[in-house]
């Protein structure tokens, strides 16, 4: 049996890419079955931490922090649907209006690798809330959606909720984010493998399959 490789994934709920290179990493994954191992956790990263309570119009947004066009958001809006789809991952942005914060959203999941050592309840946690979020169209920064999501992975809901009106894990969620910063990492998704190996953006399965064959030496 060979040594797990050690995965962090630097992304957040709001990041569309995230969710094609979290998908694409599932099917790498999936393909290497009995070949690879690995111990994933998924570190915090805000794309827009002084985002106000309410959030902000989507296009509005999109317009203003990269200057693009409607035309051009639609392009990106048909890529990331065409690449999800190609993973198993479906996007309906008509239904993302706005773009929220997602500090409490990292709590949790913070909180969630530390009630499940193996990994996976983080992991289905995430995979939840980028589903609420890209698929449902839901707000990611709402508690009630955070809680509800945390039950359906078999997360204890009382305990979401007051991990939630408390100031539970902010100071940790803050370090991890800063230490991931000072390493470097100021765009995501960033997948760092064994601490050393950058695999930046949402790449498709081949890249994930080959990088991951070449460091577990199969």
């Known amino acids: 049996?060979?040594?797990?490789?050690?995965?962090?994934?630097?992304?957040?709920?709001?990041?569309?890419?995230?969710?094609?290179?979290?998908?694409?990493?599932?099917?790498?994954?999936?393909?290497?079955?009995?070949?690879?191992?690995?111990?994933?956790?998924?570190?915090?990263?805000?794309?827009?931490?002084a985002m106000v309570p309410e959030g902000e119009d989507t296009t509005e947004h999109l317009a203003k922090k990269y200057g693009s066009t409607p035309e051009q958001a639609a392009a990106v809006k048909e890529t990331l649907r065409s690449r999800g789809a190609a993973v198993g991952f479906t996007f309906n942005l008509d239904k993302r209006s706005r773009i929220y914060n997602t500090f409490d959203a990292h709590r949790l999941l913070h909180w969630a690798h530390l009630e499940?050592?193996?990994?996976?309840?983080?992991?289905?946690?995430?995979?939840?809330?980028?589903?609420?979020?890209?698929?449902?169209?839901?707000?990611?920064?709402?508690?009630?959606v955070l809680v509800r999501v945390a039950g359906e992975v078999g997360l204890d809901q009382v305990q979401a909720q007051s991990i939630l009106d408390s100031d539970t894990y902010a100071s940790e969620v803050r370090a991890q984010e800063q230490h991931f910063q000072r390493?470097?990492?100021?765009?995501?998704?960033?997948?760092?493998?064994?601490?050393?190996?950058?695999?930046?953006?949402?790449?498709?399965?081949?890249?994930?399959?080959?990088?991951?064959r070449q460091l577990a030496g199969v």
């Open 183 to 212: 390493l470097g990492i100021h765009s995501v998704p960033a997948v760092i493998i064994n601490d050393k190996h950058l695999i930046s953006g949402g790449q498709p399965p081949e890249v994930f399959e080959q990088a991951l």
């Open 1 to 49: 049996m060979t040594q797990p490789l050690k995965i962090d994934f630097v992304s957040d709920v709001s990041c569309p890419w995230c969710a094609v290179g979290l998908a694409s990493l599932e099917t790498a994954l999936e393909r290497l079955q009995g070949q690879v191992t690995v111990d994933i956790t998924f570190q915090p990263f805000e794309l827009n931490p």
């Open 116 to 144: 499940d050592a193996s990994g996976l309840r983080q992991l289905a946690l995430k995979q939840g809330l980028l589903k609420a979020y890209f698929t449902d169209g839901q707000n990611p920064s709402d508690h009630a």
